[in-house]
């Protein structure tokens, strides 16, 4: 028997509206990012706890200042297990995160985003052979991270270009990560399998993206004078460019021109300024070629590019990468748990069946 005849769908959503929503807006054609009710550039200089407050206020949800949280035990020995058998640092997120367990909503999120620098600096420690060490009261999030990543007291710079980086991602519309969240939320679960289940999502390389390879780039240049023909050998032979181009931004990305500048003042102050003037070459060249070989095209500097480059500069290894972005934008997963539990309407799309009918 025939087919039913189903209405089209749209495949991956794009441009459809499922909710409303206080926390971010991204403008592709304008090249705007606005979270809370700012403009993305006037978060620049704040701390990551000043705008996970904002974040989770716009939400509906006002509560005592996030500190980095000490393991479990149980988490602790989850750890150390998985770094035993070489586990992702992905991987061994996700597991973590799925230990946490907390009496409500509020304490849940308090908890992931209090434990998750822990967990990931934690786990780098592990793999390098290191003992964790236990987070410092007097320190925030993001010092604190580096503090236990790396077991010093981090320079201020080197603080405040985390902070940028964790500001930059903390929320970005409806990505799918984000989405998975208020998915699961909108089932009445909790908020810890919401964010676990939005690392899975973060995970796959369509929506993690790549700043690893952006800088992988860089370094297989090595040197400015090089830039060009390395570059057109690349677009010559149908590359991408990693770190350059968005598929919602028209224009630049402006969390690119955001860590653009905190990586200027952070790499000209406490950092290699040789790997930055490089970098910089690369991507004038870049922009250049771009140009001539996509004319119109728009084809701009990514978030990805300076994702790299700030996260290099923080002496972080790329496998961490996707860890540390996840956390700054578990800041926006709990924010938006709070949107969705208050909205308190489960998240049900139909589907258009075109499969076979039976006689």
């Given at each position: 028997?025939?087919?039913?005849?189903?209405?089209?769908?749209?495949?991956?959503?794009?441009?459809?509206?499922a909710?409303?929503?206080?926390?971010?807006?991204?403008?592709?054609?304008?090249?705007?990012?606005?979270?809370?009710?700012?403009?993305?550039?006037?978060?620049?200089?704040?701390?990551?706890?000043?705008?996970?407050?904002?974040?989770?206020?716009?939400?509906?949800?006002?509560?005592s200042?996030?500190?980095?949280?000490?393991?479990?035990?149980?988490?602790?020995?989850?750890?150390?297990?998985?770094?035993?058998r070489?586990?992702?640092?992905?991987?061994?997120?996700?597991?973590?995160?799925?230990?946490?367990?907390?009496?409500?909503?509020?304490?849940?999120?308090?908890?992931?985003?209090?434990?998750?620098?822990?967990?990931?600096?934690?786990?780098?420690?592990?793999?390098?052979?290191?003992?964790?060490?236990?987070?410092?009261?007097?320190?925030?999030?993001?010092?604190?991270?580096?503090?236990?990543?790396?077991?010093?007291?981090?320079?201020?710079?080197?603080?405040?270009?985390?902070?940028?980086?964790?500001?930059?991602?903390?929320?970005?519309?409806?990505?799918?990560?984000?989405?998975?969240?208020?998915?699961?939320v909108?089932?009445?679960?909790?908020?810890?399998?919401?964010?676990?289940?939005?690392?899975?999502?973060?995970?796959?390389?369509?929506?993690?993206?790549?700043?690893?390879?952006?800088?992988?780039?860089?370094?297989?240049?090595?040197?400015a004078?090089?830039?060009?023909?390395?570059?057109?050998?690349?677009?010559?032979?149908?590359?991408?460019l990693?770190?350059f181009?968005?598929?919602?931004?028209?224009?630049?990305?402006?969390?690119?021109?955001?860590?653009?500048?905190?990586?200027?003042?952070?790499?000209?102050?406490?950092?290699?300024?040789?790997?930055?003037?490089?970098?910089?070459?690369?991507?004038?060249?870049?922009?250049?070629?771009?140009?001539?070989?996509?004319?119109?095209?728009?084809?701009?500097?990514?978030?990805?590019?300076?994702?790299?480059?700030?996260?290099?500069?923080?002496?972080?290894?790329?496998?961490?990468?996707?860890p540390?972005?996840?956390?700054?934008?578990?800041?926006?997963?709990?924010?938006?748990?709070?949107?969705?539990?208050?909205?308190?309407?489960?998240?049900?799309?139909?589907?258009?069946?075109?499969?076979?009918?039976?006689?």
């Amino acid at each position: 028997m025939e087919t039913q005849t189903a209405v089209r769908a749209n495949g991956g959503l794009e441009g459809v509206i499922a909710a409303e929503t206080r926390l971010s807006m991204v403008d592709g054609e304008r090249g705007e990012l606005i979270v809370a009710g700012h403009r993305l550039e006037q978060l620049a200089g704040r701390t990551f706890e000043d705008v996970l407050a904002l974040l989770w206020d716009a939400a509906g949800h006002s509560g005592s200042r996030v500190r980095a949280a000490a393991l479990r035990a149980s988490t602790l020995a989850l750890l150390r297990d998985a770094a035993a058998r070489r586990v992702a640092p992905m991987d061994a997120l996700r597991m973590a995160a799925g230990t946490l367990t907390a009496e409500d909503d509020a304490e849940a999120a308090h908890l992931l985003v209090g434990s998750f620098p822990t967990i990931v600096a934690a786990y780098a420690r592990l793999l390098r052979g290191e003992e964790p060490l236990a987070p410092r009261e007097s320190l925030g999030l993001a010092a604190n991270y580096l503090y236990m990543s790396s077991g010093s007291e981090p320079h201020a710079e080197l603080v405040r270009g985390l902070e940028t980086y964790l500001t930059t991602v903390a929320d970005h519309g409806f990505n799918a990560s984000t989405f998975t969240a208020r998915v699961i939320v909108s089932t009445g679960s909790d908020f810890v399998s919401a964010v676990t289940g939005a690392i899975g999502a973060l995970k796959g390389p369509l929506h993690g993206g790549a700043p690893g390879p952006a800088l992988d780039m860089v370094f297989e240049i090595g040197d400015a004078s090089r830039a060009e023909s390395v570059l057109r050998r690349k677009l010559e032979g149908g590359e991408r460019l990693m770190g350059f181009g968005h598929r919602i931004y028209k224009v630049r990305d402006p969390r690119a021109d955001v860590l653009a500048a905190a990586a200027a003042r952070m790499f000209s102050r406490a950092g290699d300024l040789e790997l930055y003037e490089l970098a910089r070459a690369v991507e004038t060249k870049a922009l250049e070629l771009l140009e001539e070989y996509k004319p119109g095209r728009r084809i701009k500097t990514n978030v990805e590019f300076y994702t790299a480059l700030l996260l290099c500069g923080l002496d972080l290894d790329t496998a961490f990468f996707a860890p540390t972005f996840a956390i700054g934008r578990v800041a926006g997963w709990t924010a938006h748990c709070f949107e969705q539990r208050a909205l308190g309407r489960l998240i049900r799309p139909q589907s258009a069946y075109v499969g076979r009918i039976p006689a």
